[in-house]
């Protein structure tokens, strides 16, 4: 550890000398059973600046974003919130309940004022002066907008934040909004999917942490690098679009040859997402929903998703099937000639008259003696 | 049951006349192969060097021709006498259809002046499947015209050369019922040889065996048909007390074969392709519900009596057995990489001609030798 490192921190730590310090996490190292070499990362863990807090509100949401948050394995959720960031407030989450969590939370914006990063999961209800969701008795409209002044970054997580999801679907009975209308003039950082992609938060808070800033964000204030291709681009059928191959029908051959399912309704070819290129659950290739066998609905898509039915054909954007396909092998020889059909359908039908011919004789020969035949 | 006697009516009837016309067509076809090559005329190519001129003149052609063997075994093998009557008719069929076979062979041979190649012994390959069919189909085809001599002999009575054939005719005897139990089989085998080009539904190490059975088979139920037919056509006596007893042991035959076709496809897992819808499937399920439908009828003893359904029975055996054999050949067969076959019209004529062709010598035999038995009231 360097000099002037520890020269930041002497003072916290009651101005014990630089070798005191050392020989303490040595003597901690040792008793923990780690490594000798793991002082100094002790000693880094101790004197760095704060982990960045992170306070979690949900409006109208099913939960389905904090529960996509638990299932990354790099880092793993432990890793996450005890490590990387300070996870101050999630209700979801909280070990607390009622007015000590509600506590927890204003202390916590308080000492971080301007410093911590808002997630917003779900819509946020304005009609009637927001009193279709209400936490700890305050409409959750008013939460979000005394939060979201006070915080150094906005994150809207999933559909519902972004621009009101399956809440604000008409007749949209509560006035159900996105965050990034409901706080107009703030940028507000959109991870819209239902539920979205865990890498696509973890990775966004943590460019934060890392450079300071907020990555590269498109019209829709959605991160490019996650939202920049349309799902069609890499979807792993693909190929099969290109060769004109459609699943038609739930259960149809092509559907169970997997099939393009784009006549089955997938909004691939409108919606930009990066569920083809980096999956879900950490549980290897296949796992998200066009590779299991159902059309994409468009879940990050304002316009798209919980807007057009699920069977729609979407509208290609600026990909078409081709009309006509080369052959994967050339046709050698010739196939059947109508004459040729011809002669072998007449021959076919002479035999069977001829048949028909003889058949008859037979039967007038079994009518004539119908004794002799059953002795 | 009357003794054979040509039956001596107008040869050139309609129908003869009908039969000329289209093997003259086949001729004109046959010049232009001759001339301009096999691919001037036929769709075959090197995916398919076999097209109908070998699955059907040959191959079905020559089980066809198998009532002569199958009456042989019958009468010679197991001593059963009393079917005398029906050799001579069977054996006047085999002997067209096996010469008219080797003659398709010579027609669908790019090269056929080579042929007699075969027959010279410093040239034979005696591990090739084709050598052991082409050298036994060639010897039989010779057998057949000595058996057969007896009846031309009598026509143009040279009784002294009768006699003397007489005494050895034995020996061409067994000749004829050793040789297409080997070609017969063999026939199965050259598709063995195809692997795993042939579909499923028909690779089976069971091939020699079950081409064997269907020979038998064919032979058994074309000479019942021939029978019906010439009962109709030519108004000879019926046969039904023997054909009877023909159909008596068919049910058999029919059902070891069926259980060994079926169960082959069956154990080695491959039954559920035949329900998949594709050409092949409907064929494989087309041929078999021939073939049952024959055993439900025949396994009836009341229907044995009846001729129109012992008729219908052997007209179901001859064709789910020679479209066993096409599709073996052809239908089945995949040789992969986009190729594809399906007769042109020259080829189909060619193919008509020499079954028009064997209508006509049948027609013309009949009327003046000694094979069908004399009509009662004639």
Not at chain 1, 6 to 29: H, P, W, Y
Not at chain 1, 151 to 156: H, Q
Not at chain 1, 216 to 233: C, M, Q, S, T, V
Not at chain 2, 101 to 109: F, K, N, P, R, T
Request: proline share 6%; with cysteine.
């Amino acid at each position: 550890m360097k000099e002037r490192d520890f020269a930041r921190v002497q003072e916290k730590l009651n101005g014990i000398s630089r070798r005191d310090f050392m020989k303490f996490c040595t003597v901690m190292a040792a008793s923990l059973g780690l490594p000798l070499a793991d002082a100094s990362r002790l000693a880094a863990a101790v004197t760095a600046p704060r982990r960045p807090p992170v306070i979690w509100i949900a409006g109208q949401a099913c939960t389905g974003c904090t529960e996509s948050l638990l299932r990354p394995s790099h880092p793993t959720l432990e890793h996450l919130i005890l490590d990387l960031i300070s996870l101050d407030y999630n209700e979801t989450l909280n070990a607390g309940a009622g007015y000590q969590a509600e506590a927890a939370m204003q202390a916590s914006i308080k000492e971080n004022y301007g410093k911590f990063i808002l997630v917003i999961e779900g819509a946020i209800p304005v009609k009637d002066g927001g009193v279709y969701c209400m936490i700890g008795g305050r409409p959750f409209a008013d939460i979000v907008k005394e939060t979201a002044d006070k915080a150094a970054a906005v994150i809207a997580i999933g559909s519902c934040a972004s621009w009101g999801g399956i809440p604000a679907a008409a007749p949209n009975p509560t006035g159900a909004m996105g965050a990034p209308e409901f706080l107009k003039g703030k940028t507000v950082v959109t991870i819209p999917g239902c539920p979205p992609n865990a890498y696509n938060f973890l990775s966004t808070v943590i460019h934060f942490l890392t450079f300071g800033k907020l990555p590269a964000l498109d019209d829709k204030a959605r991160p490019r690098f996650a939202y920049g291709r349309l799902i069609h681009e890499n979807c792993e059928r693909r190929p099969h679009f290109d060769a004109g191959r459609f699943a038609v029908k739930f259960g149809d051959e092509g559907h169970r040859k997997g099939y393009c399912l784009y006549k089955l309704g997938c909004k691939g070819p409108m919606t930009y997402a990066n569920c083809p290129a980096i999956l879900f659950n950490d549980v290897g290739s296949g796992a998200w929903p066009v590779g299991t066998g159902h059309p994409c609905f468009g879940c990050t898509e304002s316009g798209v998703g919980f807007t057009i039915p699920l069977h729609t054909q979407a509208s290609l954007k600026y990909i078409t099937p081709a009309a006509g396909h080369p052959p994967i092998t050339e046709q050698r020889g010739s196939g059947v000639s109508v004459g040729a059909a011809a002669l072998v359908g007449a021959v076919a039908g002479a035999v069977v008259g001829g048949g028909a011919m003889v058949l008859k004789n037979l039967e007038k020969e079994d009518a004539a003696a119908p004794k002799k035949d059953e002795e | 049951m009357t003794a054979p006697a040509p039956l001596n009516k107008t040869i050139y009837t309609w129908n003869f006349k009908a039969c000329a016309v289209i093997a003259g067509l086949a001729g004109l076809f046959l010049l232009w192969r001759f001339f301009f090559g096999i691919g001037s005329v036929s769709n075959m190519n090197d995916g398919y060097p076999w097209g109908i001129w070998i699955a059907y003149d040959v191959v079905v052609g020559t089980a066809l021709a198998c009532g002569g063997y199958a009456m042989a075994l019958l009468v010679y093998v197991f001593n059963k006498g009393e079917y005398h009557p029906l050799v001579r008719p069977a054996l006047m069929t085999s002997l067209f259809g096996y010469t008219l076979a080797g003659i398709s062979v010579m027609i669908d041979l790019g090269r056929y002046w080579q042929a007699y190649n075969i027959f010279l012994p410093w040239h034979s390959n005696l591990h090739s499947v084709m050598f052991e069919v082409a050298v036994c189909i060639g010897t039989y085809v010779m057998v057949l015209w000595v058996e057969f001599a007896p009846t031309i002999l009598e026509k143009y009575k040279a009784e002294q050369l009768r006699v003397r054939l007489n005494r050895v005719i034995f020996v061409f005897i067994a000749l004829g019922i050793l040789l297409p139990t080997m070609h017969q089989s063999s026939l199965g085998t050259m598709m063995l040889m195809a692997g795993y080009k042939l579909s499923p539904l028909w690779r089976t190490g069971f091939l020699p065996l079950l081409f064997l059975l269907t020979a038998l088979l064919m032979g058994y139920a074309i000479v019942m048909v021939e029978s019906f037919i010439c009962q109709a056509w030519f108004k000879t006596p019926s046969e039904m007390p023997l054909l009877s007893k023909i159909a008596e042991f068919i049910p058999w035959l029919l059902g070891v074969y069926l259980l060994i076709r079926l169960e082959s496809v069956n154990l080695a897992g491959n039954l559920a392709l035949a329900f998949n819808g594709s050409l092949q499937g409907n064929m494989f399920l087309l041929e078999n519900a021939l073939l049952i439908a024959a055993f439900v009828i025949l396994v009836q003893p009341k229907n044995r009596v009846r001729s129109k359904m012992l008729f219908l029975a052997s007209s179901a055996i001859v064709l789910g057995a020679a479209l066993y054999r096409i599709d073996t050949y052809i239908i089945g067969f995949d040789p992969g990489t986009g190729w594809r076959y399906f007769p042109s019209v020259p080829e189909l004529v060619i193919t008509l001609g020499v079954v028009a062709t064997e209508g006509m010598a049948y027609m013309w035999v009949v009327n003046k030798l000694a094979v069908l038995p004399k009509a009662e009231h004639a």
